[in-house]
Nanobody
Framework: VQLVESGGGLVQPGGSLRLSCAVSGNTASSRWLAWFRQAPGKEREGVASITLNRYTYHDDSVKGRFTISRDNNQNTVDLQMNSLKPEDTAMYYC??????????????????WGQGAQVTVSS
């Protein structure tokens, strides 16, 4: 499975960005897709995930602001980010996993990673 992110950039606090991840390869082996982020000096953390049946899980820090979605026909997973804050600044990674999951996955549970997209929230 190959994952390629796009859509990162610089945005002012309160602004919006949409990240997109193109999924290719053996997509049938990915039971869930997710977005993680890692800020400098911090551990990588799960932001949001979505299952094949479109059950979604969002970290408390982004609930009400971020929304994950997927298009199984286009093989893409998007992260719509609204009301962005400076603390959202991080490298954002698309991820996929093969095991059944009914919660936000941990980084150790990821089978495939994208290369990352930088999101910077600053005035």
């Amino acid at each position: 499975v190959q994952l390629v992110e796009s859509g990162g950039g610089l945005v002012q606090p309160g602004g919006s960005l949409r990240l997109s991840c193109a999924v290719s390869g053996n997509t049938a082996s990915s039971r869930w897709l997710a977005w993680f982020r890692q800020a400098p000096g911090k551990e990588r953390e799960g932001v949001a995930s979505i299952t094949l049946n479109r059950y979604t899980y969002h970290d408390d820090s982004v609930k009400g602001r971020f929304t994950i979605s997927r298009d199984n026909n286009q093989n893409t997973v998007d992260l719509q980010m609204n009301s962005l804050k400076p603390e959202d600044t991080a490298m954002y990674y698309c991820a996929a996993g093969a095991q059944i999951m009914f919660r936000l996955p941990r980084p150790s549970e990821v089978n495939y990673w994208g290369q990352g997209a930088q999101v910077t929230v600053s005035s």
